[in-house]
C-alpha cells in the first residue's frame, strides 16, 4: 500500500480548465516512482488530470523553477536521456496494469471505470457466424446495426447482381469498411462479412477462414448465419494536456500519445507504453528549462476513431496551429517483435539511431494514430513506433534480429497486451529517444530552422516556384543526345 502525494495545486475558479500552483504545498522530499505512476493514472476524469499535473509539478526546485526561470538550467541531451531507467518504465506499467485489472471489465478503454474520458459514442456487444452449421470465430466492426439472418447465401463480392439477398464476404485489404459496406447495400447485401489480409488483423474473421470459405465456395452452396446484438452509448471522456510555464510560445513542441486501451485488455504496450514513455519525459523535463514552450498531450478515445485529438485540432485557430513548430507521436514504442521506426516525411534519416549504431526504418503516414490530426492541418508531424500488426520481414529480422512471419506484436489489441508484452530493450532506447527529441527541439527553441507559414501562403510560394523552374528549364531536345 502507498499513499498519493498532496497536489501542490488546485483547479482556479475563474478557468476551470486552468491549475494554480500553491507554492505553499509543495512537498520538499521526492516521490517514488510508483507514487508518480499512481498520480498518473487514477480513475477519474478530474483525478486524471490532477495526477498528471502533480507528477509534472511535485518535484524538487519546481517550485523555485515556476518563480524564478533563471534558477535551473536549459535542458542538456545526454542528461535527460541517462536519467530514463527501464527500471521506472515498467513501475508505470505495473500501476498502469494494475488500475485496468482493478475494474470489472480489466481494460483502460475509453468510457470504462479504468480510463476518464471526452464525450463521445462507443459500441459493444456481440456477434456470432456460421457457414453450413460451422461456427467462425468473428469480430465485430465498429458501429454495425443490430441484425440477424437466420439463413441466407454466402457470396464473394464483386458487387454484381449475385451479391442481392446474401452475406457478402469481402476481403479487407486497405479500402475502409465504411465504403466497402456502403457499396456493398447499395448492391443489394444484407449483410457484410469482412475476411482478414493478414493472420493476425482484427475486425471480420481471419485470413486462414476466409480462405478456407473461398476454396468451398467454388464448388459447394453456402448458407450463412449471423447474429450482431451490439449497444451504442455516449460516454464522457477528457483528453489531458500539460503546457510549460516558460518557453518561446511561438514555437512550440507538442508531443503526444494514447490513453485509452481497446476493450480486449489493459493495453500496456498500445499504447500504454506511449503514455509512460512521454510522462517519463516530463517529468525529468521538469528540472529544466526549455528555450521552446512545450506541451505533453494524452489522448482519449484514440481506439475509438482519433476522437480526442481530432477534437483538439479542432478547437485550435490558425494562429495557434502556426505556433506548433512540430508534433510528434508516440505510439506503441515497446512491441516484443519490434522495429526501430520513426516518422520523418521521407524517411531518409532519423540521427538519434544513428548515433547508436542501430538500424532503423521509416514509418508510413498512414492516418492510424493521433498524428493524423494535426498533419491534416498543415503541423510537421514526427515520431517513433515499434510497429503493430505489420508481418515482420526477413529483411527486418535482418536489421532488428527477432521472428519473421508473426507480427511485430504478437499480442496487439489482446488480453495479452500486459506487463509481459513489453520488449525492456526496444522500451528503453525510444523512450530516450524522445528524451533526445524534447531536448533538442526544446532546447534550441527551433534555433537554424525556417518560420512556420500558412497553408494558403505556402502553397502560394510553392506555386511561384514551380512556374519560375518551368520558366528557366531549356526543352528537352536542347541537351546533349549521346549517339
Known amino acids: 500500500m502507498f499513499r498519493p502525494l498532496p497536489l501542490p495545486w488546485s483547479f482556479d475558479r475563474r478557468f476551470p ?11 520538499p522530499r521526492r516521490p517514488s516512482a510508483v507514487q508518480l505512476a ?3 493514472m487514477m480513475q477519474s476524469a478530474r483525478s486524471l488530470s490532477l495526477s498528471l499535473g502533480a507528477a509534472l509539478l511535485a518535484l524538487p526546485r519546481l517550485g523555485a523553477a515556476l518563480r524564478n526561470n533563471c534558477s535551473i538550467p536549459i535542458v542538456k541531451d545526454q542528461e535527460l536521456q541517462d536519467a530514463i531507467t527501464v527500471e521506472a518504465l515498467y513501475a508505470h506499467a505495473e500501476a498502469l496494469q494494475s488500475i485496468a485489472y482493478s475494474t470489472p471489465g480489466r481494460n483502460r478503454v475509453a468510457g470504462s471505470e479504468g480510463h476518464n474520458l471526452t464525450g463521445y459514442t462507443q459500441q459493444f456487444g456481440e456477434i456470432s457466424f456460421s457457414v453450413n452449421g460451422v461456427e467462425y470465430e468473428v469480430q465485430g466492426v465498429e458501429f454495425s446495426p443490430n441484425v440477424t439472418i437466420a439463413e441466407a447465401p454466402l457470396s464473394i463480392a464483386d458487387f454484381t447482381d449475385d451479391v442481392v439477398d446474401t452475406v457478402a464476404l469481402i476481403h479487407r485489404e486497405s479500402c475502409p469498411f465504411t465504403q466497402k459496406s456502403t457499396l456493398a447495400r447499395a448492391a443489394g447485401a444484407l449483410a457484410v462479412i469482412f475476411w482478414n489480409n493478414e493472420p493476425a488483423a482484427g475486425g471480420g474473421i481471419s485470413q486462414a477462414d476466409g480462405e ?8 459447394t452452396t453456402l448458407t450463412a448465419s449471423l447474429d450482431i446484438s451490439a ?53 525529468h523535463l521538469s528540472k529544466y528549462r526549455t528555450r521552446s514552450k512545450f506541451k505533453f498531450g494524452w ?23 502556426l505556433k506548433i513548430r512540430l508534433y510528434l507521436n508516440f505510439d506503441m514504442i515497446a512491441s516484443l517483435n519490434y522495429i526501430f521506426g520513426h516518422y520523418d516525411g521521407d524517411g531518409s534519416e532519423f540521427e538519434y539511431y544513428e ?3 542501430l538500424n532503423h526504418t521509416a514509418t508510413e503516414f498512414n492516418g492510424r494514430s493521433d498524428y493524423g490530426p494535426f498533419l491534416e492541418s498543415g503541423v510537421p508531424c514526427g515520431g517513433l513506433d515499434a510497429g503493430a500488426d505489420q508481418v515482420k520481414t526477413p529483411v527486418w529480422v535482418d536489421m532488428f534480429g527477432g521472428t519473421a512471419g508473426i507480427t511485430l506484436d504478437p499480442n496487439y489489441h489482446q488480453a495479452e497486451d500486459d506487463v509481459h508484452n513489453l520488449n525492456a530493450v526496444c522500451f528503453g532506447i525510444m523512450t530516450k529517444g524522445i528524451a533526445h527529441a524534447v531536448a533538442i527541439y526544446a532546447g534550441t527553441a527551433f534555433a537554424g530552422y525556417p518560420p512556420r507559414e500558412a497553408p494558403e501562403k505556402r502553397a502560394v510560394q510553392q506555386q511561384q516556384q514551380r512556374k519560375r523552374a518551368a520558366v528557366r528549364r531549356p526543352p528537352h531536345h536542347a541537351f546533349p543526345v549521346p549517339i
Do not use: Q
Open 38 to 40: 499512481y498520480l498518473v
Open 299 to 321: 489522448w482519449t478515445a484514440e481506439e475509438a476513431g482519433l476522437l480526442g485529438s481530432t477534437y483538439y485540432v479542432s478547437t485550435l485557430s490558425e494562429e495557434e496551429l
Open 355 to 357: 548515433s547508436l549504431g
Open 231 to 283: 449497444v451504442i452509448e455516449l460516454v464522457a471522456s477528457a483528453n489531458v494536456i500539460v503546457t510549460s510555464k516558460y518557453g518561446d510560445p511561438n514555437n512550440a513542441l507538442f508531443v503526444g500519445a494514447h490513453s485509452d486501451s481497446v476493450s480486449a485488455g489493459p493495453g500496456i504496450n498500445d499504447d500504454g507504453s506511449g503514455t509512460i514513455g512521454i510522462l517519463a519525459t516530463a517529468i
Open 212 to 219: 478456407a470459405l473461398i476454396a468451398l465456395s467454388s464448388n
Open 17 to 27: 480548465n486552468c491549475l494554480r500552483l500553491d507554492p505553499n504545498r509543495l512537498r
